[in-house]
């Protein structure tokens, strides 16, 4: 998990690792990476933020400080890379770096992520819309975090995938996640 300060919504995203779900979604759509050749591992130091295995076996990993104004910097100054570093690693931060496999069972809203990276079509804009609404239900108290997965796991259970081919098939796609997840929380419009 992270170790920085982080609004309401992505605290509760990365509680139930959602977010490393958004995550592999996003680098399958902006980097071409197959869904079965990307992986999610946990790291306590929370330094090394991407690692890229090569065919010959050899990696290659992004590391910083745990500082999200890193990222924004890069992406405001593509494709420069900035002289000042905003805070800085440093190499005695390196000594004990742990990666530790994912416990599904815990984390069960990330294999619907990865449930919905696989299948594809319509399946990731139905996840994104049931967390968001499971998420800000459990936000006002409305239901309990366990409840966020199993809202999110029935609205996955009764998608028929459908391939988003217009804006028009996204928002009825978003619509009808949404009407669904609220009235599985009893909240619906």
């Not at 690692?51 to 500082?67: H, N, R, Y």
């Amino acid at each position: 998990h992270p170790v920085w300060k982080m609004g309401k919504k992505i605290t509760i995203d990365s509680a139930t690792l959602m977010n490393k779900g958004f995550e592999l979604i996003e680098a399958h759509w902006l980097f071409s990476i197959p869904p079965e050749n990307l992986d999610v591992f946990i790291h306590p130091q929370s330094v090394v933020h991407a690692i890229i295995e090569k065919k010959d076996g050899t990696m290659v990993a992004f590391l910083s400080t745990p500082d999200m104004r890193i990222p924004i910097q890069y992406a405001l100054l593509h494709p420069e890379t900035p002289d000042k570093p905003i805070s800085p690693l440093g190499i005695e931060k390196l000594k004990n770096l742990e990666f530790y496999p994912v416990d599904y069972e815990k984390f069960p809203c990330l294999s619907l992520a990865i449930f919905a990276l696989r299948e594809g079509g319509s399946f990731p804009t139905v996840l994104a819309v049931a967390n968001e609404v499971a998420v800000s239900k459990f936000l006002k108290g409305e239901i309990k975090f366990f409840e966020i997965f199993k809202v999110i796991e029935k609205v996955i259970n009764e998608h028929k995938k459908l391939e988003l081919n217009s804006l028009d098939d996204l928002i009825m796609i978003k619509e009808w996640a949404e009407k669904r997840a609220l009235e599985i929380v009893g909240g619906g419009k």
